[in-house]
Every structure is written in C-alpha cells, then in structure tokens.
C-alpha cells in the first residue's frame, strides 16, 4: 500500500510537471553539475524539472578529464555507470617533461581517512580493494591506486543527460532560459522564463517553469552571473585545442604537462586512439601576434619544437587543415557565498572557475553536488520554499565545501603561474617545483591535486617548501662551480628574498580569495 502511495506521488509530480510545469526544484543547465544536482535531490524524492537550452551533444575541448576524487564522488551520487559505454580512459597520475627531464607520478594510495598510506604498498591501478591469498591461504586485503577517468565531453554528457532522462523524479525539457520570475508580493524567485523553439516552424513561444527553489548552472559563460554575483571571472589566457589520431607519448594513462621554451602544453588521452592536446596562450603573447603567424604560428615554430619528437608528426598532421584551433578562455572566479537572493542559487561553474591546468572542475562540481544534497535532504530542509532554511543550508556549504575546492582552486591557479613562468623569480621557482618532485615528494602534492586530499594547511606546507627548495636550487647555480661563488652569495641572498616574496604573492592573494 506505502509503495502504491509512492508511485501515485511520483505520478502526480509528473503530470504537474508536464502540464503546469511546477516541481519542487527547476535546474536550469544540463551540464555537469546541473545534471549531478538534479539526479542527486530526485534521489531524494524531490520533484525535478531540468531545463537545457539545446539536447544536441556537446563538443567542448575542456571537461575532458575527472580525477579520482570526482570519480569517488560520481560514486556517492550513484552515476558511475555514465563513465561506462564512452571509450573513457583510466588515467594514473601525472607525467611531468621540464625542458629534457621528467618525472612521473601515480596518485597515491589513500588510508580512509583522508591522508596518504606512509610506506603503502599499491596492487596495481584500480578502485577499491584487491584481494590476495598469504601461504596459509587466508584472504588479505591490499589497497589498489585510485584512478582517474578522461573522455569525450560531450560523450560523458550525453550519459549524464540519460541517466536525469530515465528518473521517475525528473523532467527535461528543451528551452532557452531568457530570465527569472519574480514573486508580485516577495522579492523571491518563483521559477523562469524560457523561450522554446518549435522544431516545425521555427518560431519560439515564451514559456515559464516554477519551483520552490530554482538553481542556475549554466556555464561559464553565465546570462545569469551578473545579477546574484559581485565579481565577473579573471581571463589570463586561452587553451587553443588540437585532437591527435594514434599519439604515441609514454608512459600511456598518464595526464602530461610539457614545459619548456613554449608556455604549457597538456596532453592526455580521450579516447582509444585519441589524444587531446590544450596549448595555453596568454592574452597579447608576442610569439603568438599576427606578425609572427599568430596561433597557428606560435604553435609551429614554438610549441612544436617543444614537444618530445615522437608526439610532433601527430601535432602538425591535425594543423594540417589550415585552421585556428578551437579555443576555450582560461578563466578564474573565486566562489562567492550565496543564499542572499531567496528562492535561487546559483552554482557550477557560472558560481566558481579555476585554472583548466590541473583538470580540477569536474571534481570540484561532483563534489558540490554530494553537498549540497546532504545540506538540502528532505530530513534537514522538508520544504524548499523556507528561505531562511536555505540560507542556513548554503552558509554551511560554503564553509565545508573549502576542505576541498580551496586546494583544487589554489593548486590550478598557483601552478599556472608557476607553469607559465614570466619572470626570472616565476622561473626559480618552477624549477624547484620540478626539483621537489624529483626528490620524490609527490604523494601528497598529486593527491590534493586528484581531490583525494581535504587539508588546506598541507598545501601550504608543500608549497613553501617549493618556495625554500627553489631558493636553495638558485643559490646553487648563483654560487656553486667556481672560486667566484662566494662574492655572489650577497645575490643568491637577495633572490631568495624575492623568491620567497614572489611566492607569497602567488599564493596568499588566491589562499586568501577561497578561505575568507
């Protein structure tokens, strides 16, 4: 009988849904996170009604690569099948090429609680536990590696869309989201305005969709931002987007970032035989001006030489067809704490970006997804339309959720920096960060970086250590090899200085902008 009075609701919500549009929540963006959002909170038994201005699949050159810690995190929401039937490609870890050295390493190991397994021996590349047998023929557990997955976009959205597709709890629709609506007696958000295209004709007729809560993801390139946000995001550079057939660059299921005379260069795979290359340009580089080519140009004469020979033939045969690669901004927003405007929130990427580099996004927006479901679970918030409620629930997600995004957020956006070294302090201190890693001190670093770790104060610890490790590399080469070295300690002692200030400006402002 309790199971015929739920499916009877389920039902009812449905028929509202489709006829008067009303539902418990309205997600407008069938994205990543509006997706993970909608499937979380219909989970729950709330009613759902997503809206996605096109349903047609989307071919974006970024979003391509989920670290562990969002595959963990897809887990909890019950979507991991969606990285199934898309040709995805697990990936290890990190494979490092600065100028003719290298470094490689795997995402660690975890304990369970957060923290790397001191002295852990990993079984191989997986989820989860594996079991061996001892000489007894007892059954013993060993830790396996955590692993990433990257894929095809628009392929992994295309899953995602499905699964929200087949959920009792929720309806899609195809609609363009021109605006909100606004209660006549309250200044709340009651729902949407849209305007919806008729495939036979061509017209578009105004709709309106409502619901107690209305969350907005709609990209980064939000209509929506400007009203519920102070800030608008920082735009240093672009990723200019190349896919390579059958790349040869070892060792194969690793992410690898190339630096060297060229600005950064990503390379990881995205399917069986493809292999996505992003090739940072910063706004007005001169290698990059039309005199010198422009894009196309930079990336012949520049990036190409750059590259280990075996990955060139594929980067000049997809150059091959005389375009300007695709290009996606690189862009910065730190997260702005919300509940102020009743009845919407908006989150996703329109609510928080960081630096592509270390393929932090798609973690950071699974992750938020587990939270926020918790903060707004029917046992802790039973109606959507309380605003007070909703205020409380957001003040506690933008607290906790900073274990987490704080770290990706820094990482992505101080790496960069360092990575795209501009001056000769940027330089020291890359090279101590490729020092670090050559050392072995990669355990922690790459799993803060695969969103596995959730302590904002070890990032503070490793990077100023980079910081002492780069000061002590430079003074090595300002002071080491001959009887001159010691009448230029006085520099070595003013360099470290300004290495030690320049990293504090790296990394305070942006620790700073996530923590406040």
Same mark, same amino acid.
């Given at each position: 009988?309790?199971?015929?009075?739920?499916?009877?609701?389920?039902?009812?919500?449905?028929?509202?849904?489709?006829?008067?549009?009303?539902?418990?929540?309205?997600?407008?963006?069938?994205?990543?996170?509006?997706?993970?959002?909608?499937?979380?909170?219909?989970?729950?038994?709330?009613?759902?009604?997503?809206?996605? =201005?096109?349903?047609?699949?989307?071919? =974006?050159?970024?979003?391509?690569?989920?670290?562990?810690?969002?595959?963990?995190?897809? =887990?909890?929401?019950?979507?991991?099948?969606?990285?199934?039937?898309?040709?995805?490609?697990?990936?290890?870890?990190?494979?490092? /090429?600065?100028?003719?050295?290298?470094?490689?390493f795997p995402y660690p190991v975890m304990d369970g609680e957060g923290?790397?397994?001191?002295?852990?021996?990993?079984?191989?590349?997986?989820?989860? #536990?594996?079991?061996?047998?001892?000489?007894?023929?007892?059954?013993?557990?060993?830790?396996?590696?955590?692993?990433?997955?990257?894929?095809?976009?628009?392929?992994?959205?295309?899953?995602?869309?499905?699964?929200?597709?087949?959920?009792? #709890?929720?309806?899609?629709?195809e609609t363009e989201v021109t605006n909100t609506i606004t209660s006549?007696?309250?200044?709340?958000?009651?729902?949407?305005?849209?305007?919806?295209?008729?495939?036979?004709?061509?017209?578009?007729?105004?709709?309106?969709?409502?619901?107690?809560?209305?969350?907005?993801?709609?990209?980064?390139?939000?209509?929506?931002?400007?009203?519920?946000?102070?800030?608008?995001?920082?735009?240093?550079?672009?990723?200019?987007?190349?896919?390579?057939?059958?790349?040869?660059?070892?060792?194969?299921?690793?992410?690898?970032?190339?630096?060297?005379?060229?600005?950064?260069?990503?390379?990881?795979?995205?399917?069986?035989?493809?292999?996505?290359?992003?090739?940072?340009?910063?706004? #007005?580089?001169?290698?990059?001006?039309?005199? #010198?080519?422009?894009?196309?140009?930079?990336?012949?004469?520049?990036?190409?030489?750059?590259?280990?020979?075996?990955?060139?033939?594929?980067?000049?045969?997809?150059?091959?067809?005389?375009?300007?690669?695709?290009?996606?901004?690189?862009?910065?927003?730190?997260?702005?704490?919300?509940? =102020?405007?009743?009845?919407?929130?908006?989150?996703?990427?329109?609510?928080?970006?960081?630096?592509?580099?270390?393929?932090?996004?798609?973690?950071?927006a699974f992750n938020d997804a587990v939270l926020l479901a918790e /903060?707004?679970?029917?046992?802790?918030?039973?109606?959507?339309?309380?605003?007070?409620?909703?205020?409380?629930?957001?003040?506690?997600?933008?607290?906790?959720?900073?274990?987490?995004?704080?770290?990706?957020?820094?990482?992505?956006?101080?790496?960069?920096?360092?990575?795209?070294?501009?001056?000769?302090? $940027?330089?020291?201190?890359?090279?101590?960060?490729?020092?670090?890693?050559?050392?072995?001190?990669?355990?922690?670093?790459?799993?803060?970086?695969?969103?596995?770790?959730?302590?904002? /104060?070890?990032?503070?610890?490793?990077?100023?250590?980079?910081?002492?490790?780069?000061?002590?590399?430079?003074?090595?080469?300002?002071?080491?090899?001959?009887? $001159?070295?010691?009448?230029?300690?006085?520099?070595?002692?003013?360099?470290?200085?300004?290495?030690?200030?320049?990293?504090?400006?790296?990394?305070?402002?942006?620790?700073?902008?996530?923590?406040?």
């Amino acid at each position: 009988m309790a199971e015929f009075g739920v499916h009877s609701r389920a039902a009812r919500n449905a028929e509202r849904r489709a006829k008067y549009h009303e539902a418990d929540v309205v997600v407008v963006g069938a994205g990543i996170f509006g997706c993970a959002i909608a499937y979380a909170l219909a989970n729950q038994g709330r009613s759902v009604i997503l809206l996605e =201005r096109s349903m047609k699949e989307p071919d =974006r050159i970024v979003g391509e690569l989920l670290q562990p810690g969002g595959v963990a995190a897809l =887990r909890k929401l019950g979507l991991e099948r969606c990285l199934e039937g898309i040709d995805a490609v697990a990936c290890y870890g990190y494979h490092v /090429l600065f100028h003719k050295n290298e470094v490689v390493f795997p995402y660690p190991v975890m304990d369970g609680e957060g923290g790397v397994l001191k002295g852990g021996k990993a079984n191989g590349h997986a989820n989860g #536990n594996a079991g061996r047998t001892n000489g007894e023929g007892q059954k013993v557990m060993q830790r396996r590696r955590p692993e990433g997955r990257s894929f095809h976009h628009g392929r992994f959205i295309g899953q995602l869309r499905r699964a929200c597709g087949g959920h009792a #709890n929720i309806s899609i629709f195809e609609t363009e989201v021109t605006n909100t609506i606004t209660s006549e007696y309250t200044d709340e958000i009651v729902g949407v305005q849209t305007q919806t295209k008729n495939e036979a004709t061509g017209e578009k007729t105004p709709d309106c969709f409502f619901g107690q809560l209305t969350i907005i993801a709609d990209g980064y390139a939000s209509k929506f931002r400007k009203d519920y946000l102070p800030r608008a995001p920082v735009v240093r550079s672009k990723f200019y987007a190349l896919e390579l057939t059958d790349c040869p660059f070892p060792p194969q299921g690793y992410g690898h970032v190339v630096i060297g005379k060229a600005m950064p260069v990503l390379l990881y795979q995205i399917g069986t035989h493809e292999t996505r290359a992003l090739i940072d340009v910063p706004a #007005n580089l001169p290698a990059a001006s039309v005199a #010198n080519g422009g894009v196309r140009g930079y990336i012949q004469n520049v990036v190409v030489p750059a590259l280990p020979e075996g990955v060139r033939p594929s980067v000049l045969a997809a150059l091959a067809d005389g375009r300007i690669p695709r290009s996606m901004p690189n862009s910065y927003l730190p997260p702005t704490r919300q509940g =102020r405007h009743a009845g919407v929130i908006l989150l996703g990427d329109a609510f928080n970006m960081r630096h592509p580099l270390t393929g932090g996004g798609m973690t950071v927006a699974f992750n938020d997804a587990v939270l926020l479901a918790e /903060l707004l679970h029917p046992d802790r918030v039973p109606d959507l339309g309380r605003s007070a409620a909703i205020r409380d629930a957001m003040d506690e997600f933008y607290s906790r959720r900073k274990s987490l995004t704080s770290i990706i957020n820094v990482l992505a956006q101080a790496l960069y920096s360092l990575f795209a070294a501009e001056n000769r302090q $940027l330089r020291a201190l890359q090279a101590g960060c490729f020092r670090y890693f050559e050392m072995g001190i990669t355990d922690e670093p790459v799993a803060m970086l695969g969103g596995m770790m959730r302590r904002p /104060l070890t990032l503070a610890y490793h990077f100023f250590s980079v910081a002492f490790v780069a000061i002590w590399v430079n003074a090595m080469e300002r002071c080491g090899g001959s009887l $001159l070295g010691v009448w230029k300690a006085p520099l070595a002692v003013v360099d470290a200085v300004l290495i030690l200030w320049t990293a504090s400006v790296v990394f305070l402002p942006t620790c700073w902008n996530e923590l406040k």
